[in-house]
């Protein structure tokens, strides 16, 4: 008898279009008949796929994932949704206790703004009141995306968990943790944002990133987390460390922090940082307290302990 071999059928990822002149109960399948909304493409999409974003101000609809927390958008599957010309171009908009986007398990989204973005004020406090601009599982990964004026009411004002790459977080609120919440963040800027503790990021990974202008009651910039290569600029903090509190970093540069206790640093491991211009109004002008190794302070100022105390 003769044996049969079955080849395997090879799986093509398909391409998904969404426009503001759509239509949701179009195929999606071509620019001639987009789609009118981003969550009809992603419902319609398979694992792999791409939809993609035409320019516009998406602001309409929502989905719940978690508790009673809705979700602008909720990418629930492992597919990639890409804007055609990038964040100046291209907004998903929260607004009324609703948050921009769900990112989910190994899930990208590439090229929005993410704006106005809530949480709500009761429930559980990470899945329903953490997250206002984005919400990740820890697999998923946000690329050139902007995160602007969102809020939360627990942790992660901008983003809570995920991956982002080349991304801004400006002008962004957390109300008690970080406005970027244990998320890895590589090559992004973090300006302007607010929390009581860690006004830029909370318990982050931050590589190559730029860090400025932040204001926070604890880590001005960071409140704890690990920072490779980044600037932390001109970040204020009303009680301790102006720039990071209890955070480990390598080859950073810190200048013209400001904080009543370690304008730079407080509690921190620094190696091969350099000080400069950081302020204190009581004690550590660079840093309060923690361990330096081959750093550089100079220029410095404090009523007590000029560079480190």
């Given amino acids: 008898a003769g044996l049969m071999v ?3 059928v090879p799986s093509f ?4 279009f969404v426009a503001t002149n759509g239509d949701d109960a179009a195929s999606g399948l071509d620019w ?3 789609k009118a909304t981003i ?30 927390m809705p979700n602008r958008i909720a990418l629930t599957k492992p597919l990639t ?25 190994n899930a990208t989204l590439s090229g929005f703004t993410l704006s106005g973005g809530t949480t709500l004020s009761s429930g559980d406090q990470y899945l329903e009141r953490s997250g206002g601009g984005a919400w990740c599982e820890p697999s998923a990964l946000l690329t050139n995306c902007v995160l ?16 982002l790459r080349n991304c801004t977080l400006t002008g962004n609120s957390g109300f008690f943790f970080g406005t970027a919440y244990e998320a890895t963040l590589i090559d992004c800027t973090l300006a302007g944002n607010s929390a009581s503790e860690g006004g830029a990021a909370e318990l982050c990974t931050l590589t190559g990133c730029t860090v400025s202008n ?31 509190y209890a955070a ?22 620094a190696t091969r940082c350099t000080y400069t211009g950081n302020t204190a109004a009581q004690d550590g002008g660079g840093t309060y307290h923690g361990t330096l190794t081959e750093c550089t302070l100079w220029g410095n100022s404090a009523s007590n302990g000029a560079g480190a105390c």
């Fill in 6 to 8: 079955l080849a395997a």
């Fill in 13 to 16: 990822a398909a391409d998904w």
């Fill in 32 to 34: 001639d008949h987009p």
């Fill in 39 to 68: 969550q009809a493409a992603i419902d319609a999409a398979a694992t792999n796929d791409t939809v993609w974003v035409s320019n516009g101000l998406y602001s309409t609809g929502e989905r719940i994932i978690h508790g009673a």
């Fill in 81 to 105: 949704v890409q804007s055609v010309n990038g964040p100046a171009e291209t907004t998903i908009n929260g607004l009324n206790s609703v948050r921009c986007a769900y990112v989910g398990a």
């Fill in 148 to 163: 602007t004026g969102n809020t939360a009411s627990v942790a992660g004002g901008a983003v809570y968990h995920g991956t």
């Fill in 214 to 244: 932040n204001t926070a009651t604890w880590g001005g910039g960071v409140y704890w987390g690990t920072l490779s290569n980044c600037t932390l600029v001109g970040n204020s903090a009303l009680a301790h460390a102006g720039g990071a």
């Fill in 248 to 269: 480990t970093l390598t080859d950073c540069t810190i200048i013209s922090n400001s904080a009543p206790l370690g304008g730079g640093t407080f509690f921190s491991t």
